[in-house]
């Protein structure tokens, strides 16, 4: 099983970026995916997070300057917009899922993480 996170970058405060995942693998069933986030020093936070049926659930720390969404089964997309200097964080894309051939017991999983900056 891999999630692969794409869309991070380098972005001007006030800019947007859309990040990406994908699950893939030897996946049965997804539970939730979501978005966490680790800035050098800190603790990694919860940014956002979404059922498998879609509904969707927002740290404070992005709520209204982003938008969680599922496309297919196995991709969801974190657009986030007027981004800050502090919102420079390694995102990091979750997934509690259950593997193919397994118990049917939900695993966490996480992906390598994608680099966002933001300049001031």
């Known amino acids: 099983v891999q999630l692969v996170e794409s869309g991070g970058g380098l972005v001007q405060a006030g800019g947007s970026l859309r990040l990406s995942c994908t699950a893939s693998?030897?996946?049965?069933?997804?539970?939730?995916m979501g978005w966490y986030r680790q800035a050098p020093g800190k603790q990694r936070e919860m940014v956002a997070t979404?059922?498998?049926?879609?509904?969707p659930t927002y740290a404070d720390i992005m709520k209204g300057r982003s938008t969680i969404t599922l496309s297919n089964w196995n991709t969801m997309y974190l657009e986030m917009n007027n981004l800050k200097p502090e919102d420079s964080s390694v995102y990091y894309c979750y997934s509690k899922l259950v593997v193919g051939g397994g118990k049917n017991v939900g695993v966490d999983y996480w992906g390598k993480g994608t680099l966002v900056t933001v300049s001031s």
């Open positions: 693998g030897n996946i049965f069933s997804i539970h939730n």
């Open positions: 979404i059922t498998s049926s879609g509904f």
